[in-house]
Structures are given as structure tokens and as C-alpha cells.
């Protein structure tokens, strides 16, 4: 090559690698710029989101939305998108405690209460038409059993008051290893299904039991259980009651434990009543139910207290208790009265139990309770979503915390129950309760 030529191709290339160098450092200053850029956007995002020391989430978390800057909701919502569907279903079904803004940790008598209406076989393959949407593989028992069991254990639960059982011994075997001890009441009539209450055995002792048949009652074929426990005192509680000269009954507890099942049906509000009254019925311990369309009991549906009755005779037909309340007219005839009250002519009814609904203790999200607190479905299949599942307790007792429902927006994507991760068409409830005079002891 020329000498020429190759002082020309040399500066070329000495002019090219310069304008390269040139470029990599724009770029480089481009990305650090972009970088510091980055660092302090998100140092903004987290004055922005950053909680207020004053302020007590547990006193508002039943109303109270965690908020993000809208970039912050872009990317985690590309990190969604990226996670497996598998894994991203199981984190949205899951279940989370919410606590009680007091402080229980002084409290030592605790004990966690679960309810559970675990779908009875027979009657998952009698009524095909609500299960639809279900794949045929959940609703085998063996498959649901062990979920329920898996489930349940998870809990670390004390008592178990579990409803349409209807595979006993299979629960029985199972639950035993666990150290439980259970009792069962079929219901009577046709039905194959019933109730069963479970207690750890080194927690408690069976005290009395009792069952309340319906049908004796002029009602349906339901049940209830009632079941006396003692709670056994720890061999530490003892030692420390020989040397500080305390008396072993001061720490000797009791409880009763309801258990019962009863007819859900809309255009039966008589025999829904008769069985379980309504909720205000359970709340405020007095009902009338001529302030009560019959066809609505189960509605909770309210009216004003303030209406003329009377009653009226007919030759030709049967006698009516009839209510006006502006503007509506409730009939109620002397069978449904019967059925309903239990007694001819009783329009207004009375308990003298103080019940408070565990769940409407702990105030939880919107996503998961209704405006009055509770929760808003604990059951879910193609013909039903919503609440029929509830846990009282006297006043003796108090809620420590409670295991949050789904919510609404995750089971209608799960398109009903049961499904692969919960064996039955509805929802465990749980609490943990605790003795309310447990401070004046510790």
C-alpha cells in the first residue's frame, strides 16, 4: 500500500474510534442520568407511601386501602403477569388473620374455634346442577377429605363444630391422630348428613352432651348439639397453685358448645326461623315476626317496630295473624306461626342469651366484609354467593382475631367451590376467643 493512502486510512480510523468513544460516553451519561433519575423517582414514591407513625392501622383496617404511586402499580403489575398462574391463584386464595386492636398477649385462656360446613357427599352428587362449574375430580370425597383435614390442621385449632357430615369415620380416623375426640348426631327423617364436634383431649373434657331433635318440635329434620366442656388444667398451673396457696376452681373453666345446621331456603322464611332465628333475632335477643315478610326471614330484612295487628276469622278459610306496617301487609298463617315460634298463637319471641358474633368483633377489609362487618360470602356455588355461616359467643368470651374470608372478586375468578386448594362449597369460619376476666387473673 502507498504511504499516501495508508496515512489516509489511518486517520480514518483514528477519527472513527474517537467518534465511537464519543458516542459510548453519551450513552453512559444517558443511563446514569437515567439511573439518578430512577433512584429519585422512587425515593419520591416512598415519601409518598410512607405510613403515618400516629395513626394505628388495626383501629381502621376494616376500611383501609394500602395506596401506590401509579408507576409502582405498572411494574407490579408486570411482575404479575409474569409469575406463574399457579403460583399467583394460590396467593390470591389464601386466607389471612386479622387481629383485634387490643392486646390480648396477657391473656393465656385462648382458645381457636373453627366452624365448618364440609359438604356432605351425598348431597354434592344429589344436586349436580350446583356444582357445574365444578370439575368432577374435586368433588371426589377422598380428595376433599384430605384437603379439609390438611386445611383444618392448619389452623392449630381447639374445638371443631363441623356440619353436613355425613362420612363420620373417615373424619373420626383422621382427626384422632391429631388428638381429637369427637361426637356425632345424624339428623332424622331420609337425611344421611348430621353434625360432629371435635375437642383436643388434652385440652378439654366432655363434661355432658345433649341433642335437640326438630321434628320432636313439630319443625324439619334438623339437629343440634350441645356439648359441656371442662378445660384440664396444665400440670404447671397446679404446681403454682400448691405453693401460692391458690385454689385449683378459681382457674377451672366451662364452656357450652352449640353446634346446629339448618335449612337455608329463601322461600321458606317460617322453617328459617323456626330453626335458627335471624340474625337481629341472634343480636338483639327479641323478635316480632309480624314486623316480618315470612318469604324474607332469611334476608334480614328490617322494618319499623310500629304497626297495628290484629287478627281476623274467615268461615271459609283459616285464621291469619296479620301485620300492617306502612306500606306493607305480612299474613302469616297458624301453621307458619307454628312452625316458626313453636307455639300457636306466639307472634314475639325472646332469648335471654347475650350473643355477639365473633366476626363483627374484629372490624376486617371491605374486600371481605359487608357494611354491617360481617362477612360477605361464605359460601360459593353456581346458584348461591353469600353469608350463612356464623360464630356466636356470650359475652364471657372475646375475639382475639379472625381468619378472613376470600374475597368476592377472587371467588367469583375461581368460578365456585369446592376447587384445588378448599374442599368444600364453603368456607371454614375461625376465631380465636378468649376468657374476657383472663386479665384479672394474670
Request: aromatic content about 8%; glycine content about 4%.
Amino acid at each position: 500500500m502507498e504511504p499516501e493512502k495508508q496515512r489516509r486510512t489511518s486517520s480514518e480510523d483514528t477519527r472513527a474510534s474517537a467518534s465511537n468513544k464519543r458516542k459510548h460516553s453519551s450513552i453512559a451519561e444517558r443511563s446514569q442520568r437515567h439511573k439518578k433519575k430512577r433512584r429519585k423517582t422512587r425515593k419520591s414514591e416512598s415519601e409518598m407511601v410512607k405510613p403515618d407513625p400516629t395513626r394505628s392501622p388495626t383501629l381502621s383496617n376494616r376500611f383501609f386501602e394500602f395506596g401506590s404511586s401509579s408507576s409502582r402499580t405498572r411494574r407490579k403489575e408486570r411482575s404479575r403477569r409474569r409469575e406463574p398462574s399457579s403460583n399467583r391463584s394460590s396467593s390470591e386464595s389464601s386466607r389471612n388473620w386479622v387481629s383485634s386492636s387490643h392486646d390480648f398477649s396477657t391473656y393465656r385462656d385462648k382458645i381457636v374455634f373453627v366452624s365448618y360446613n364440609i359438604l356432605g357427599v351425598e348431597n354434592a352428587s344429589k344436586h349436580p346442577d350446583l356444582y357445574c362449574k365444578v370439575p368432577r375430580r374435586f368433588l371426589e370425597w377422598d380428595r376433599r377429605k384430605t384437603l379439609i383435614h390438611e386445611e383444618i390442621n392448619r389452623y392449630d385449632a381447639s374445638i371443631l363444630c363441623l356440619q353436613e357430615v355425613d362420612r363420620f369415620d373417615d373424619l373420626d380416623n383422621l382427626f384422632q391422630k391429631d388428638g381429637f375426640k369427637g361426637v356425632y348426631k345424624v339428623r332424622t327423617g331420609e337425611a344421611d348428613d348430621g353434625c360432629a364436634i371435635f375437642w383436643k383431649e388434652e385440652l378439654f373434657t366432655l363434661l355432658h352432651q345433649e341433642n335437640i331433635e326438630f321434628q320432636n318440635f313439630g319443625l324439619r329434620n334438623n339437629v343440634a348439639q350441645l356439648c359441656v366442656l371442662k378445660m384440664n388444667q396444665d400440670l404447671s398451673e397446679l404446681d403454682v397453685d400448691s405453693q401460692t396457696s391458690l385454689t385449683p376452681t378459681t382457674k377451672s373453666r366451662s364452656l357450652v358448645i352449640g353446634n346446629i345446621h339448618v335449612l337455608f331456603n329463601p322461600n321458606r322464611g317460617d322453617v328459617k326461623l323456626g330453626q335458627s332465628p335471624m340474625y337481629q333475632f341472634m343480636a338483639s335477643s327479641k323478635l316480632d315476626v309480624r314486623h316480618y315478610d315470612r318469604r324474607r326471614i332469611s334476608e334480614q330484612v328490617q322494618h319499623p317496630s310500629q304497626c297495628g295487628s290484629f287478627r281476623s276469622q274467615n268461615e271459609k278459610a283459616s285464621s291469619f295473624w296479620t301485620s300492617i306496617s306502612r306500606p306493607m301487609l305480612y299474613r302469616w298463617s297458624e301453621e307458619e306461626l307454628q312452625l316458626a315460634t313453636g307455639s300457636e298463637g306466639v307472634t314475639y319471641l325472646q332469648h335471654h342469651l347475650k350473643l355477639c358474633s365473633a366476626y363483627l368483633g374484629v372490624p376486617g377489609s371491605c374486600r371481605t366484609r359487608d357494611d354491617h362487618g360481617e362477612p360477605l360470602a361464605t359460601s360459593y356455588h353456581s346458584k348461591f354467593k353469600g353469608t350463612v355461616d356464623y360464630i356466636w359467643h356470650t359475652e364471657e368470651l372475646v375475639p382475639v382475631r379472625v381468619l378472613e374470608t376470600l374475597p368476592v372478586n377472587i371467588l367469583k375468578r375461581i368460578g365456585g367451590l369446592p376447587n384445588e386448594k378448599w374442599g368444600s362449597d364453603h368456607l371454614a369460619l375461625v376465631c380465636e376467643l378468649a376468657f374476657i376476666d383472663d386479665c384479672d387473673r394474670t
